[in-house]
């Protein structure tokens, strides 16, 4: 056993996603949400969208054409998911973090 400080912790916890991608697949996971879910709720609402979209400047890569992968920067939109979770869920349309 060892004992780090929380502190410590969440440093060692958030490296683990730095440099890292997710799929489809893996958001999914991390939410336990399907992929009609996460587009209706999330992705393709205008205002996540605006924010999310590598064309303006994002961190998730929208498929251009059917069949294309979808690509999300991992530690982006896990910082994401949890900033945004009560305007996610609430169905707002109020301010976005």
Do not use: C
């Amino acid at each position: 056993m060892v004992l780090i400080t929380r502190t410590h912790y969440e440093e060692l916890k958030d490296e683990q996603l730095h440099g890292v991608y997710w799929s489809m697949k893996d958001l999914e996971n991390r939410t336990g949400k399907k992929q009609l879910w996460l587009k209706e709720n999330i992705l393709f609402q205008p205002r996540f969208k605006k924010i999310l979209d590598s064309k303006s400047g994002g961190f998730v890569h929208y498929p251009q054409s059917s069949g294309q992968p979808w690509t999300f920067h991992a530690k982006k939109m896990a910082d994401f998911l949890d900033k945004n979770f009560n305007e996610i869920f609430a169905g707002k349309g109020g301010e976005i973090k």
